[in-house]
């Protein structure tokens, strides 16, 4: 079973930038496709974006696409969100997620209920 850690997390003012990162550990994830998750105050947990375990692949939610980046090293079994132009509506507890080992290494995923292993969780609020 692998474990993950995020940090990172902070308050930052609107228009701002705030780097997430999450640390596996327990088993590699060097072939298994990672995904982010948040949930703000009061809504729904949503999905955030993904990478493929060969970090070939990404894919984001339209609210995120272009101000949000993925990226990973499989050597250090790290994977960030590099967080660009925040808006207030970004304000969320951001969660790491891996898939299941069963997946190939290009596969990425919105699906919540195909990842397995989940973090606990980092705050970033986003407020002047």
């Known amino acids: ?5 995020e940090s990172g997390g902070g ?3 609107p228009g701002g930038s705030l780097r997430l990162s999450c640390a596996a550990s327990g088993r590699t994830i060097s072939r ?5 998750f948040r949930q703000g105050p009061g809504k729904d947990r949503e999905y955030v974006g993904s990478i493929s375990g060969n970090g070939v692949n ?12 993925i990226s990973r090293d499989n050597v250090k079994n790290t994977m960030d ?3 660009d132009s925040l808006k207030v509506e970004d304000t969320a ?3 790491c997620a891996a898939v299941g080992s069963q997946y190939g ?5 919105t699906l919540s ?3 397995d292993a989940w973090g606990q969780g980092t705050q970033v609020t986003v407020s002047s």
């Open 1 to 5: 079973q692998v474990q993950l850690v």
């Open 11 to 13: 308050l930052v003012q």
């Open 32 to 36: 298994v496709s990672m995904g982010w």
């Open 58 to 69: 990404t894919y984001y939610a339209d609210a995120v696409r272009g101000r949000l980046t």
């Open 81 to 83: 969100l590099q967080m």
């Open 93 to 95: 507890v951001y969660y």
């Open 105 to 109: 290494v290009g596969y990425v995923t």
């Open 113 to 115: 209920h195909e990842y």
